[in-house]
């Protein structure tokens, strides 16, 4: 097969740069913390807020598209803020604070104590969260793998050859290498073997994707890419209109200030985090 030329990715281009005054290794540490449902970096999403440092005492602002947004997605991104930031040389003191969220003191308080999700909302939450990250992992991996699976696709390869090709392969085909190296961090993040020799697409254990269950795994793969895709689009044009940002490329029209971000975990209500369990993979049509 000949070179694949490559196309944007899945989340188009950057909207937000580092701002003046932020030290670079800072919003790269914040940069490798990322939406768990969106799979982007909260630096690309618009959800740093602010970034402030004094001798080795960091504070960070993030802010979401709504008051409701999910508590448990919310909570995440703020403790990884907390440890990607801490993790900074240099840095001796750490505050994240999350904004203009109806959870925010249990959150920022829950991170600052270290106490996990369960112990930010005693009686309520329905254990941590670590599963909930592995499922969106296992998510964005399939969307990944898509991604790539479909670049060659369209360069003439058969469902044949890919069920038989190896990273490795795939890399030496494809000219541009992001939706590539999209897919070995996700492969990275869920332990499963990226080297050249393994299988292009597996699944979530790392077992090999068969020719004849590719067709509608790929199909399946498409339905939860184009449900990431979606929801990204939502989430910038609701911060855009909620902080008066100028509007993402690639979204038509800014939702409404009152519309609430619809996510896999829950809808605007009261909070009730029993209620906030992993999203179920759907099907196709």
């Known amino acids: 097969m000949g070179a694949v030329a490559g196309e944007a990715g899945v989340l188009g281009p950057e909207v ?3 701002p003046d005054g932020v030290a670079e290794e800072l919003w790269t540490a914040l940069g490798t913390v990322r939406d768990p449902e969106l799979d982007a970096p909260v630096t690309d999403l618009g959800f740093v807020a602010g970034v402030s440092s004094v ?3 960091v504070e960070v602002e993030l802010r979401l598209p709504t008051y409701f947004c999910a508590p448990n997605f919310a909570y995440l991104m703020v403790a990884d803020a907390y440890d990607a930031v801490a993790a900074v040389p240099g840095v001796r003191k750490v505050v994240v604070r999350l904004e203009d969220h109806f959870a925010s003191d249990e959150i920022n308080n829950g991170v600052a104590a270290s106490r996990g999700f369960e112990g930010s ?14 499922t969106f992992r296992r ?3 399939r969307a990944c793998q898509e991604q790539v699976a479909s670049r060659l696709l369209k360069a003439g390869w058969t469902m044949l050859t890919l069920a038989d090709t190896t990273l490795g392969e795939a890399d030496a085909a494809l000219d541009s290498k992001v939706e590539l190296e999209r897919l070995l961090r996700r492969r990275d993040d869920l332990g499963l073997d990226h080297g050249p020799e393994a299988a292009l697409l597996v699944q979530d254990d790392g077992t090999p994707i068969t020719a004849v269950d590719l067709p509608l795994q790929l199909r399946m793969a498409k339905t939860t890419r184009i449900s990431i895709e979606g929801n990204s689009g939502l989430c910038r044009g609701l911060l855009s209109v909620r902080y008066g940002l100028p509007r993402p490329a690639g979204v038509d029209q800014a939702a409404e200030p009152q519309a609430e971000h619809q996510s896999a975990q829950q809808q605007s209500a009261p909070f009730q985090p029993a209620q906030f369990q992993p999203a179920q993979y759907q099907a196709a049509e």
């Not at 909302?121 to 592995?134: N, S, V, Y």
């Open 16 to 18: 937000f740069t580092r």
């Open 55 to 57: 001798e080795g005492a």
């Open 121 to 134: 909302f005693p009686g309520l939450a329905d254990g941590e969260l670590e599963e909930l990250r592995r």
């Open 139 to 141: 998510k964005a991996h």
